[in-house]
């Protein structure tokens, strides 16, 4: 009997060191994938259009909130890390398209048109970006027991008015002082987080993400819940688990303790912009 434990207990610890290397190795391609196409996207910008740097704004990196449950949790920092760039990325070409015009549009993207006039600059601009904190709001949707189809998704992203467009992911739109801005997108938990729009019918993913990037177009409150109700019912539609970003389940302990944070958050955002 002792062996039979013994041999039960060497085994669970085996799963766990091969999950454990898997999950890490996962997420560090994510992440080396995700900064390649950070910096093929910066390459590209500069040598076709030089001229752009100099009326790009100057960004301050997030400040990023610590939880105490996740000390040390280096994978969810590397997550967090590529989330954040994937929507700098997406908010830096949604201001290109402000002074060189719209992009090719797909099925799935903003139909509107955008003011290109030099008068009327992007609510992005007329804030004080290089002296206000940034924070990433998370939450991810994870298959129970096989994977997400892409058909699914498809139906589910037409429901929630997800709409495919920058950086091939999707994105929840509102509008703001004029502007269709984005307020929470939706990536692939798969590097590189994109979706192959052309071939949803061929494929899956264990799950997905959905986030935010603070401050927005709307108060960061109502972002969160408008962001977690779409998370809730998404969740519904694919017969997921509803997660927050340990992937742990999210309770409702946990949404309080995000809307605190979030709450902290604008009021600190509040306090840059009036200084």
């Known amino acids: 009997m002792d062996a039979d434990i013994l041999r039960l207990v060497l085994f669970l610890a085996g799963v766990g060191l091969i999950l454990g290397i898997y999950f890490w190795d996962r997420h560090k391609r994510i992440n080396v994938r995700v900064n390649a196409i950070h910096k093929a996207e910066r390459e590209r ?6 001229e752009r740097s100099k009326k790009r704004e100057v960004r301050q990196e997030p400040v990023w909130d610590t939880d105490a449950d996740a000390d040390g949790d280096e994978e969810q920092d590397d997550l967090s890390e590529s989330l954040r760039e994937l929507g700098e990325i997406v908010e830096q070409k949604i201001a290109d398209n402000y002074v060189s015009g719209p992009l090719e549009q ?4 903003f139909s ?3 003011s290109t006039t030099s008068k009327s600059a992007t609510p992005r601009e007329q804030r004080p970006a290089a002296r206000i904190p940034q924070k990433i709001v998370q939450l991810n949707i994870m298959a129970r027991n ?3 189809g892409g058909d699914a998704l498809m139906r589910a992203a037409r429901d929630l008015q997800l709409e495919f467009g920058e950086m091939q992911i999707f994105h929840h739109y509102a509008e703001h002082a004029g502007q269709h801005e984005p307020l929470f997108s939706m990536a692939s938990l798969v590097e590189p987080g994109t979706f192959p729009l052309d071939a949803m019918a061929e494929f899956s993913t264990p799950g997905v993400t959905l986030f935010a990037q603070l401050p927005g177009p709307l108060e960061g409150v109502e972002t969160f819940d408008r962001m977690l109700a779409s998370a809730r019912r998404l969740a519904a539609l694919l017969d997921a688990e509803l997660l927050d970003h340990t992937r742990s389940v999210l309770s409702r302990q946990t949404i309080e303790h995000m809307r605190e944070e979030i709450s902290e958050h604008s009021r600190l955002a509040k306090i840059a912009r009036n200084s």
């Open 106 to 109: 797909t099925a799935f993207e």
């Open 112 to 114: 509107h048109t955008r």
């Open 45 to 50: 910008r500069q040598s076709a259009q030089p």
């Open 146 to 148: 096989e994977a997400i």
